[in-house]
């Protein structure tokens, strides 16, 4: 059942991956059109909204497993696993 779970939870990732991905070409679209720029900015708003979001559910899933389970194992996993936690986060609020 676990296994149907993750496919099931991967085919959501995939899929808000394919709509950002839309939201990058419908970008491509605006500006081969001549689109006001204002307008082009607007959608660029948008796609990097969706963007951060994504990582978000990303760093949020990312601690609430590979973290959690090394925090609970100890020693040099748990350092390992939360400086890459401390850097993701990191690079994320510079974005």
């Known amino acids: 059942m ?4 993750q496919k099931t939870h991967k085919d959501e990732v995939m899929m808000r991956l394919r709509r950002i ?4 070409r ?5 500006v081969e059109t001549d689109t006001y720029c204002i307008d082009i900015l607007t959608q660029v ?3 990097t909204r969706a963007l951060q979001s994504f990582a978000l559910q990303m760093l949020d899933e990312h601690m609430a497993t590979c973290v959690s389970s090394a925090v609970a ?3 040099e996993e748990r ?3 939360l400086k890459e936690a401390s850097d993701a986060i990191a690079r994320l609020v510079r974005s």
């Not at 676990?2 to 779970?5: D, I, L, S």
């Not at 991905?21 to 990058?24: R, T």
């Not at 419908?26 to 605006?30: E, F, I």
């Open 26 to 30: 419908g970008l491509q679209r605006l």
């Open 79 to 81: 350092d390992k696993k």
């Open 21 to 24: 991905e839309g939201q990058v």
């Open 2 to 5: 676990a296994g149907q779970n």
């Open 45 to 47: 708003s948008a796609t």
């Open 73 to 75: 194992e100890g020693g």
